[in-house]
């Protein structure tokens, strides 16, 4: 090309570029790759979310989502992941199974929880530890989780290093210790609350199986905790209570009018003894235990519930222990599938209960639902509510 060739075509460049800038800015923008991509948070989400909706999202990228059409339902399966890098850029496995678990199972939501750690069960300060995802690995995973159309429900588990490790176990002799605490747990929660807000995660847990302390801390304390909350993250707030909580009366703070729904950890157990059960029989025990239980708590609450975790583990012994993740019984996929197919048809068509999150895809031990026979039990109901 000679000099007079070059000349003209810059000088038409030129031109293009200074009379179609905003032209060219537009055109950039609309042709953006729409495959899945995960960097700093860019979307721009609505400030609230209600139950079984989801925020409208505007990233550039090709999204779908999925709700029910029969009634407002929270269709969840939690995926937990237990590690400073848990959902995060390098986190492959959990990244991997994300479309894996929607194929599988038709969830809309994902629970991703988020635990932290205490040195013993009257320790005052709670903190992140090793098994806690870092706030960037955090907000990596939200995005991810979104781009593939789910909705998000995090919830704040606790360890306790010492027997019997567990948020339950959790308690303290004196209003002072009490207050240390909550403040204490504020400060760990507040930056992964406001993460999930600026991310748009649309659920948020005040707290899990805190047993002690949800009938003996003082409602004010409570409350404060239920308005530090809502002051950052503006989505939908729960409190996730454990199943052996079910016969209590429900503490005034649970009615706390920015806690738009309470949830259960629902491992009732379905017999005394380990011995396995007729397939035929669950349907009937799950009706006269669990259901009756929910439906009298909600009744008591005065309103609909979740079902915040719900599972049945791979072992003969599901029904007599549910909550047992690490059982030396041997492996019954059959009794497990029956259990989950047993629960949802009791749940599906029960008004008080507005959702189920099944615990768990993947990190859950014997509950572990990725390549059992009970996910396509899951498939089966959660996809007749979206038909």
């Known amino acids: 090309m000679n000099a007079y060739h070059k000349f003209r075509v810059l000088l038409v460049v030129g031109i293009?570029?200074?009379?179609?800038?905003?032209?060219?800015?537009?055109?950039?923008?609309?042709?953006?790759?729409?495959?899945?991509?995960?960097s700093k948070p860019t979307a721009t989400l609505e400030p609230t979310a209600t139950l079984g909706t989801r925020p409208t999202e505007v990233t550039g990228q090709a999204v779908k989502s999925c709700n029910s059409k029969q009634r407002n339902f929270q269709m969840g399966v939690a995926f937990p992941d237990w590690g400073t890098t848990g959902y995060g850029e390098s986190d492959v496995k959990w990244?991997?199974?994300?479309?894996?678990?929607?194929?599988?199972?038709?969830?809309?939501?994902?629970?991703?929880?988020?635990?932290?750690?205490?040195?013993?069960?009257?320790?005052?300060?709670?903190?992140?530890?090793?098994?806690?995802p870092s706030l960037s690995s955090f907000t990596y995973g939200i995005q991810r989780a979104h781009s593939l159309g789910y909705h998000i429900f995090v919830t704040p588990l606790f360890g306790v290093d010492d027997t019997q490790g567990w948020a339950g176990v959790i308690h303290f002799s004196t209003y002072?210790?009490?207050?240390?605490?909550?403040?204490?747990?504020?400060?760990?929660?507040?930056p992964y609350a406001l993460a999930a807000a600026q991310a748009g995660v649309e659920q948020f847990a005040v707290g899990t199986e805190c047993v002690w302390l949800e009938q003996n801390a003082p409602s004010p304390l409570w409350n404060k905790l239920i308005a530090e909350l809502k002051s950052v993250f503006p989505g939908t707030l729960t409190y996730d209570m454990d199943w052996s909580s079910l016969q209590n009366q429900p503490p005034s703070w649970m009615r706390n009018p920015d806690l738009k729904t309470i949830g259960v950890s629902t491992y009732l157990p379905l017999t005394n003894t380990p011995e396995p059960v007729d397939p035929k029989q669950i349907f009937g025990l799950w009706k006269q235990i669990v259901k009756q239980a929910i439906d009298n708590f909600s009744k008591e609450l005065g309103e609909p519930i979740l079902l915040t975790e719900i599972g049945y583990p791979n072992s003969t012994e599901a029904l007599y222990h549910p909550w047992e993740s690490n059982s030396t019984a041997p492996a019954d996929p059959v009794e497990q599938a029956a259990a989950l197919d047993a629960a949802l048809a009791n749940i599906i068509p029960d008004q008080h209960v507005l959702g189920t999150f099944f615990w768990g895809w993947d990190n859950t031990g014997d509950f572990d639902l990725h390549s059992v026979q009970a996910a396509t039990v899951i498939l089966k109901y959660y996809k007749s509510l979206q038909s």
């Not at 950039?28 to 790759?33: A, K």
């Not at 994300?98 to 005052?124: D, G, H, N, Y």
């Open 176 to 190: 002072e210790q009490e207050q240390q605490w909550f403040d204490s747990y504020w400060q760990a929660l507040k």
């Open 16 to 38: 293009i570029l200074v009379m179609g800038a905003s032209l060219v800015y537009v055109f950039t923008i609309g042709n953006t790759s729409t495959q899945h991509t995960v």
């Open 95 to 132: 990244l991997t199974e994300l479309p894996v678990m929607q194929t599988k199972t038709a969830a809309c939501w994902i629970e991703m929880p988020v635990l932290f750690e205490q040195a013993t069960r009257t320790s005052t300060a709670v903190m992140a530890g090793p098994k806690t």
